[in-house]
């Protein structure tokens, strides 16, 4: 028992002897992140201004509303009792984030990090394209057995909608990334324009990416 509590004592000294040199030229600015890496997630908080680590913890689940209060509850008592003040933090935009950040520092600036959602952003695009691929692929027109008659013009346009229709499937998946590159040469701009014919939604979502 007294062995334990040795070591959790070294341990606290060396940690606030770490923070005494990570705060030493504390800025204000705090960026806080959290890293994904299998089942365990990181969450660290560093100098914005400095690139300094201040702190981090491993936790061996996703975190929740808890852990982060928690973990910004250590960075508050780090801070204050240093006598330095926080002037804003910078998060990557995750809905952990603003709630706690209130309860623990008050209404401090809060700025988003713009690769972050930049990314969340070209996530959403491409989900949204394989929406539209399965859409395209469970539109597909029902016919009837043996050739249309020459006649029966409705007939003949669903066969030909069902013909193309594979082909159109293949290039909406094959061709997605046309919709999230950053930049498009005047032959994948054609080849955009082409497999997005009937699709004016596909290229608002071009047009999303280009504004960002």
Not at 26 to 44: K, T
Not at 54 to 63: C, E
Not at 190 to 199: K, W
């Amino acid at each position: 028992m007294g062995q334990r509590l040795g070591e959790k004592k070294a341990q606290g000294q060396m940690e606030g002897a770490f923070l005494d040199w990570a705060l030493a030229a504390f800025a204000g600015s705090v960026a806080a992140d959290a890293l994904y890496e299998g089942p365990s997630c990181v969450l660290s908080a560093v100098d914005n201004r400095q690139d300094t680590r201040m702190l981090d913890q491993v936790l061996d689940h996703d975190p929740n509303h808890d852990d982060m209060q928690a973990f910004l509850g250590r960075l508050q008592e780090a801070v204050d009792g240093r006598g330095l003040a926080r002037t804003g933090i910078t998060t990557d935009g995750s809905a952990l984030y603003p709630e706690a950040i209130r309860e623990v520092f008050g209404e401090v600036p809060q700025q988003l990090c713009p690769f972050h959602v930049i990314a969340a952003l070209v996530k959403g695009v491409l989900r949204a394209v394989a929406s539209e691929r399965e859409r395209l692929a469970n539109s597909k027109p029902t016919l009837k057995r043996g050739r249309p008659s020459s006649q029966d013009k409705a007939a003949r346009r669903l066969a030909r909608k069902s013909t193309l229709m594979p082909q159109k499937i293949r290039d909406v998946f094959q061709e997605r990334f046309l919709c999230v590159k950053r930049r498009l040469k005047p032959s994948e701009r054609q080849r955009f324009m082409h497999i997005t014919r009937g699709l004016p939604h596909r290229r608002t979502l071009r047009e999303i990416i280009e504004h960002i």
